[in-house]
């Protein structure tokens, strides 16, 4: 069936680097964009960044750009979201989803992993 | 960037009910609205794209309505577990930006 699992989140601290990955499988990975979305602990939803079917096109949200990057490995149907820098106001659960070319919603999302920015 | 403002941001009611979410876009977005059902400790869940189209496996309880700048989630007739969270959520350009939230809770 179709799924995403996000790995590799935990505690940093501030100023520190961490990478997510996002592990999918049922479907054809490179037909899909893929995107980042965080929630702080309490709050709302907050896109954080998306990349394109073949990695040539990425966005990211003021509040995370020049500081993490998203890339992806195809051949690995694998995602990833490098954070650098990191601030206590990245502290958030991170969920990759899919998202479709069509309208640009996010039909399939993971069960999200959770980053803590603290000394 | 857009902003979306959804209200009410929390209301009750009880199983049966028709419930009715409204979304409001700072600019015009034309009908790329999306809704997305969030249960505590879990990731959101698509119900409706495109503004009105349901999603695959949805119950047909739901339905979007709107463009441009005004949206609506409806609830035909509440169930047990529609208590949840409510995102729209514009993707229109980017930032793709989300509402507040809107807390369905058991009255």
């Known amino acids: 069936q179709v799924q995403l699992v996000e790995s590799g989140g935990g505690l940093v601290k501030p100023g520190g680097p961490l990478r997510l990955s996002c592990a999918a499988s049922g479907f054809t990975f490179s037909d899909y964009y893929m995107t980042w979305i965080r929630q702080a602990p309490g709050a709302g939803l907050e896109w954080v960044s998306y990349?394109?079917?073949?990695?040539?096109?990425?966005a990211y949200a003021d509040s995370v750009k020049g500081r993490f990057t998203i890339s992806r490995d195809n051949a690995k149907n694998s995602l990833y979201l490098q954070m650098n820098s990191l601030r206590a106001e990245d502290t958030a659960v991170y969920y990759c989803?899919?998202?479709?070319?069509?309208?640009?919603?996010?039909?399939?999302w993971g069960k999200g992993t959770t980053v803590t920015v603290s000394s | 960037d857009i902003q979306m403002t959804q209200s009410p941001s929390s209301l009750a009611a009880s199983v049966g009910d028709r419930v009715t979410i409204t979304c409001r876009a700072s600019q015009s977005i034309s009908g790329y609205l999306n809704w997305y059902q969030q249960k505590p400790g879990k990731a959101p869940k698509l119900l409706i794209y495109a503004a009105s189209r349901l999603q695959s496996g949805v119950p047909s309880t739901f339905s979007g309505s709107g463009s441009g700048t005004d949206f609506t989630l409806t609830i035909s007739s509440l169930q047990a577990e529609d208590f949840a969270t409510y995102y729209c959520?514009?993707?229109?350009?980017?930032?793709?930006?989300f509402g507040q939230g809107t807390k369905v809770e058991i009255k």
């Open positions: 959520q514009q993707s229109f350009n980017t930032p793709y930006t």
């Open positions: 989803a899919r998202m479709t070319i069509y309208y640009f919603y996010m039909d399939v």
């Open positions: 990349i394109s079917g073949s990695g040539s096109t990425m």
